[in-house]
Every structure is written in C-alpha cells, then in structure tokens.
C-alpha cells in the first residue's frame, strides 16, 4: 500500500526539547535560586519515574521494547546505549507535586507520572505518522527509522502500558485515576483529529482553535496536574481544581508556543524562520488577526486565500520579504498582541485555579506558580 | 511522507464475517434447535449490546465517529446508512454469557461486551492499515476509504473508549475488568508484532506459532469469555476459568482458521484459493509440517526457501499446479492432521476448563459449548 500521511514537518505543539529561557517582566524578578529549584523539581520527576517507565517498557514483547527505547532516547538508531533528550520531564514533575498538594508524598505520584508519560509518548509516536514528522527531540522519529508499522504498534502498546501501571495498583483511588487519564487521552485524540481537519478548511475561528489546543495540549496537562492527588486519595473537587491548574498552563504554553512559531529566534527555537507560517498553520495569531477585522485582517485573508491554493514545496520555499510581509501583517491586525494576552490570561487563570486546592501544604503552591512560569516564560 | 506498511490482502485471522457451516462430526449431532439457539444467542448479544457502543461511538468528535460508523458498517462510504456485515458478534454473546455463568443478568455484561467489541475493532482498523488489507466484511477498509491517518486516529479513540464505557461503571468490578482488558489488549499487540516479525523470519516453531496466535486470537476471546462475570462480581478462580475456556476457543479457531486459509473451499470462505500460501503466511499447518521432519518436510523447506527470495506479486501469481504442490508436501508431512487434531485439543482443554467455573447455573454450560462448537466448526 501507499499510505498518503499529510506531509508536515517540525510541528510540534506539545513537546519541547529546548532549552527554556525565562525572558518577560514576570521571571525578571527570579533568582538563581528559582533556576536550581526548578531544575531539582524536573530532576526528581525524572529520577523517581525513571524505574517504573524502563520496567513497563521492558515488558513489551521484541522488538516493540526496543523501539520505544529508541523513542524514549535511551538507545541510539543502531541499539547502542544513548543518553538522548527525552524532553524536559514537566508532566512528571507536577504529577509528584500534585500528589503533595493532596498531602501525599511525592512518590505516590510515582504511577500517575508513569502513565501520563507513557499516554504522551503514545500520542508523540502516532502524530509523527500522521504528520509526517521526521525530526522529534533532533533525532529521526520512530516511523522513519523503524518504518510506520512500529510507530502504530508501539504507540498502542504504551497506550495499554498506561492503563497496566495505573490498575495493577489495584485501588480504588488507582480506578478514578485511570478514568480521567481515559477521558483525557480521548479528548488528546479529539485535538489531534481537530489539529488535521481544520488544515483543510478555509476559515477557523478562535473559538475553535482553542478547544483544538485545549484537547491537544490542555487536557493531558490538567491530567499530570492531578493524577498524583487522585492517587492521594484527593476529593473531586481538588482533582478538579488542580486539573484546571494544568489545563489552563496548557492553554498559556500553547499561546507561547504559536508566537515563538511565527516570531522565535531561529538560533533558540532551533526551527527556520516563520515555521508556522511556512507550515500554512492556523495558529492562534493567525485566527486572531482575522477575526479582528479591519484593513490588515482583510489584506491577511486575501493572501493567504491566495497562499492556499500553492503547492506546499513551492510555498515552503518563499521569500523570507513573503513571509515577514504575512508576519506584519499578522501583528498589525492584532493577531500577536492578542495571542500574548491571551498567554498571559490563561497563565493568570491557571494560577488562580490553584485557589480551589483547600489545604495545599506551604510551600507547593510556590512550586506550582514556579512550573508554570517555567513553562510558559520562555525564548524557545 | 511514503509509509511503507507491509502489503498484505485478505489476511484475517481474528474476524470473519463469512457464514459458518457446521460440518464435522459433532455439529452432524446437532439439531435445527441448536442452530436457533445460536442464533438467539448472538442476537442477543447484538441487540443488548448496540445501544451502548452506538451511544460509545457517538461521543467521537468529527469526523471520526462517521468513520468509526462506517467501520461497523452503520453507513456507507458516502455516509448513507447501511445495515452492514458487522461481524457474527461472537464475543458480546460469550460476555452476556459469562455474567449469567456468575449468576447475574446477561444485561450486568454489556458494558463488557461493548468494551472487547471496542478493542477487537481498535485492532481491526489498525491491523488493517498495518497488512495493506484492502477489504474486511466484502467492503474496502477504512484506510483505503478515510485514509491512513483517519484509521490510526479511530482506532486510537475505540480503544480509549473501551476503557471510558467500562470506567464509568465506577465499581471495583469494573476496575478488575479494565485491568484485565488491559492486560489482554497489550497481548493483542504483542501477538500482531510477532505475526509481523514472523513473516521476515526463515524459521518459526510451533510454540512460536501458538504463542502468537493466542496472543493474537485467544487473549481477546478469553477477556470476552470472562468479563461478564468479572462485572458480575466473580471471584478471580472463576473468571481464570472462563479465560481459559475463552483462550483455548481462541486457539482452536485459529488451527481451523489455518487449514480453512489453505483448503478452504473459495465458494464457502470467499477467498483465493490457497490464499494463506499465497501469502506466504507460517500459519500452523506449514510450520507444523516443516518440525515433523522426513523427506516431505524436508522437500517443502527447500521449496519454501527458494520461495522466500520471491518478489511477492509474482509469487502470488503461481500456477494453481504449483500452490497444489505446496499443499500436498505440508499433508505428506503431517502438518494438516496436526492441525486438525490441534483444534480438536484445543476444543476439548475450552470445554474442559469450564469445569472451574464452581456453581455455574443449568444450561449456561451448554451454551459454551454450543457456542463452542460455532466458532470451530465452519467450513468457511
């Protein structure tokens, strides 16, 4: 057969191996001390998963356990043992912090962390397929180097090994887990489904660009953020406050990301110049700006109804006057202030969910602000 | 992107929607009573189960619940409805079944019912995209209808939802039959990515053989067999028999599945003739044949070698004469008997394991049965 996978490159909105540079008004006032806090909170996500991860892994049947080695970076496309980017390991860390917000110990999150990786790794190894990605994390993805068979089966048995690691806890508390973990996978698939419907249409509002990021992106977020309190014996309504937490942090690091995807610094980013927009994406700036109206929106729309009916190699390779031209544009509509306030509502919204947590211990809520600002507040 | 998946037509070793003939010696028993029961039985299962896995599919976003719809064969590929071939929906009859072998109503096993019939379809789309098939039920296959990208994404959300209808319960029993389908799911998986490896293999024993095939075959079946009772509030030796009944019936489909893959009548299965050989599938009977040694053996892997270095079109356009020839060495040799004997074994360990199942009420043995002798007796 020939599998037609639309062809796309390099987009990645929920997954980030670069280096985050804190950079706005708001971690200006952060010490050196919030550096080495937030590195050790990554670092103990990392650390106290790592054992639960490598043995679920090892349990898939050859050469599936392989292949997700490769996936995770811990084996090089010949086998050899690799110390690969695996990504910065957020949804870890708030998955340990949410277990302590419900006054558990961190490694009571321990599941919750693993599960919520393995889902995440689950939907990184199918969108690749799908979009016909051949980069992730600066090395080839699964399909390319193991062919697109693997990619779907290894994608489906992390997916089982999700549910595995959370149910063999065998509690009540593991079950009210892996129901939202489902829920939130299903609504993860519902973006991604989104995401690939809307390149073909002509006209996406904000509206519907943002439940698009908000299932893609927002609700596994909001999972990593409550897991651990769910498995803590958390109530309902702090599960839900701090799954509001994540959502909205998902919200705010999407926005991010789409400016970074038109206006990063390639030297950061460590993607080309106008990405997005070589990418024909309808991300946030580009919704916004249209739905704005006035004389730019208008100008906006006419070119990139124009832009639409190009061959995607021949659009790629336009001038870079062509695309900065659609970029002023983009922000003279308002498309790119709109998107940064937009980042800074939802980074303000998720913060203030925390507020529905009743007695988070001290100290969690500093470290919760401080993920947030981690992951939002950034350069690349 | 250019997917290469593997090419593969017809292959079909866990569904068929072909009509089953009982033929051999213990249905020639059978009387026009038994056939109604049966089909009151799957009917049944049908009918109890449709609304919830309708409702199930319904939650889907666009336009992935028309596709799932078309897969079950609920519309057409231009969105007409359709009253289609959706499968004998043997294993929503065995999970109602297995409720009523734990003493609770049949209803207490839709929610499991609907679940298997969830995963087994998850695996039908993505296996399908995997074998380059191009028909299942006599209709073309979601990839080669919706597209690729549109199969995996299902795929991903039926096998979600399968987790979401049974979750939702909220029972310690649903949790235990998650967990189990979980674990039966990941088994699923393992047995595609062996029968994937098999097939670049030169040489592949009779364990390697059965343990794929229960894998693939019977660890689904063996969760349908026992879900209902898991849901029923059965204790763990009484759902681990009825799993053994379930994957033994498994076991025992797949030995007919594989002599029906080389003599099977194609005005019965609706197939090629020697259509398994066409493929130059190891199914039971080959590698069988090839483990009893002797001159036969001997002269069968000497043609199947030099077939190996075949290009896979020209192979499959063989003279009958020559596919003939194939067949007749793996009979010489011994790998039909075997195979046949094989599923009689099998038959007999499912019945046998039925005598776990303490305080099983009048009559439900007999519908195991019954129902075990529909899945293995069938000339097509």
Redesign the interface.
Known sequence: ???????RREHDTHDRGDPVTPATPRTQTGTADDTAGIAALLERGRTLAAPLLRSAVA??????DTVAAYHFGWIDAQGRPADGDGGKAVRPALALLSAEAAGAAPETGVPGAVAVELVHN?SLL?DD??D?D?QRRHRDTV?KVH???QA??V???L???A??VL??L?T?E??RA??RL??A??RL??G???D??YEHREKVTVAECLEMEGNKTGALLACASSVGAVLGGADDATADALESYGYHLGLAFQAVDDLLGIWGDPAVTGKRTWSDLRQRKKSLPVVAALAGGGPAAGRLGELLAADATKDQAEFEDFSEAEFAARAELIEEAGGREWTSEEARRQHATALAALDGVTGMPDGIRDQFAALADFVVVREG
């Open positions: 057969m020939t599998a037609s996978f639309r062809r349990r898939l049947a050859p050469p599936m689950f199918h397929l799908m016909g051949e399909w062919g697109p068979a779907v089966l994608g489906d048995a997916f089982a090994l549910g595995e149910l063999e065998d009540a593991a079950a892996t129901r489902t829920l996978t299903r698939i519902d991604q489904a989104q690939i419907s």
